[in-house]
């Protein structure tokens, strides 16, 4: 008999990574390339996170501690939530995969907006469970749609605020109604890895912390590989109840956050200074991509991320191709079945001029 491998995967479609910009310049002999694909961080790390990472790397010959009981502390003080409610991850779609592993038998249902983040499904599937998304309306969550789904079956109701691709938020009344109108057998996951861009803009509830006391079941995921710029060593962590944190715990990977990973982030969270420009900068970046749009005529979603949605009326594999040829490497809408839309990450103003130009000139 042939090997057998876990029936689930045949289902599995696996995430369609960019092509590496190095892969771009061998491919096409280019000398300049800008990566806006990604929804990463352009101004570089936070220097206090390389000094820290520095002077920890003669240590790399001993193992990380496996529950990074600094870290947590400090996540901890910072945030005003106590230290055994948190999970501390190998990058948040580690953790994505993790609460997968620790809620979802095979028949289970989550309950994901249409287009999100696509790791929600890819875990769920793995797991055998059913992924049912549900697609935005008029430009947002349609939580009446999404609450309409529960079932006995529902055991993760994931929320993405901002929503990638879209950066759309779910606003407190619409997340107040889901934490009200939800049974008490399924979980909350809010994942806010953009949190801190969302916070510079109005609308968006920064206090979601505060509802750890009234909602048991609830989760919240925040990540450091966007606004704290350390993307490269893989850190994120979720606040929930102390139940559900010691069971997430208890699945995770053993050593799953790595020395450089954790002396990086405790670093990077007291750096102030660097954070307040990377939002600064971002709204920017944000602001300079939306007003092109406008000068377009195009149809976009205002952004409280650091990446843009948009309407360019062409087909994205083409517009995603030509770019690239260019030496810019932006998300294509198809990837998500929205076929003439495109997802933009912010960056410097120098990068966002280059790929005003290159787009202008594909256009
Ligand atoms: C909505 C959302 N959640 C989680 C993640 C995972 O981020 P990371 O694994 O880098 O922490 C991402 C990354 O792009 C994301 O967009």
Redesign the pocket.
């Known amino acids: 008999m042939p090997i057998q491998f876990r029936k689930e995967l045949s289902q599995i479609k696996p995430y369609v990574q960019g092509k590496p910009v190095e892969v771009v310049r061998r491919e096409f002999g280019l000398d300049r390339i800008e990566k806006l694909a990604?929804?990463e961080n352009q101004f570089g790390p936070s220097p206090k996170a390389v000094a820290a990472m520095t002077e920890e790397i003669k240590n790399l010959n001993f193992y990380p501690e496996g529950y990074p009981f600094e870290l947590t502390q400090k996540l901890s003080e910072k945030l005003g939530v106590a230290p055994e409610r948190f999970m501390v991850?190998?990058?948040?779609?580690?953790?994505?995969w993790t609460i997968s592993m620790t809620f979802l038998d095979a028949g289970d249902e989550i309950i994901v907006a249409s287009p999100?983040?696509d790791?929600y499904k890819l875990s769920a599937t793995l797991m055998g469970a059913k992924t049912v998304a549900v697609p935005l309306k008029d430009g947002g969550f349609d939580i009446d749609a999404m609450l309409a789904a529960v079932n006995e079956k529902t055991k993760i109701f994931w929320l993405?605020s901002?929503?990638?691709?879209t950066g759309n938020i779910a606003d407190k009344t619409q997340i107040n109604r889901i934490i009200e109108a939800l049974p008490d057998h399924v979980v909350l996951v809010l994942?806010?890895?953009?949190y801190e861009f969302a916070s510079a803009r109005e609308g968006f509830p920064t206090d979601s912390t505060s509802l750890l006391d009234i909602h048991e079941n609830l989760i919240i995921?925040?990540?450091?590989?966007?606004a704290y710029g350390i993307?490269g060593i893989?850190?994120?962590y979720v606040m929930t109840s102390s139940l559900i944190a010691e069971k997430l715990n208890s699945v995770k990977q053993t050593f799953g956050v790595n020395r450089l990973a954790q002396v990086g982030a405790k670093a990077a969270l007291d750096d102030d200074e660097y954070m307040a420009f990377v939002v600064r900068s971002n709204s920017e970046g944000i602001a300079a991509l939306e007003q092109y749009y406008e000068s377009k005529g195009w149809d976009y979603f205002p952004s409280y991320?650091n990446f843009s949605w948009v309407n360019c009326g062409r087909d994205s594999h083409v517009i995603f191709d030509a770019l690239q040829r260019r030496g810019v490497i932006i998300r294509p809408g198809f990837l998500w079945g929205w076929d003439t839309w495109l997802r933009i990450s912010t960056g410097t103003e120098e990068q966002i001029r280059f790929l005003k130009e290159q787009l202008d000139e594909v256009l």
Do not use: H, M, Q, W
């Open positions: 990604s929804n991850g190998n990058g948040g779609e580690s953790i994505i999100s983040f790791i993405c901002p929503n990638n691709p994942d806010e890895a953009y995921l925040r990540t450091l590989s966007k993307a893989r850190v994120g991320a």
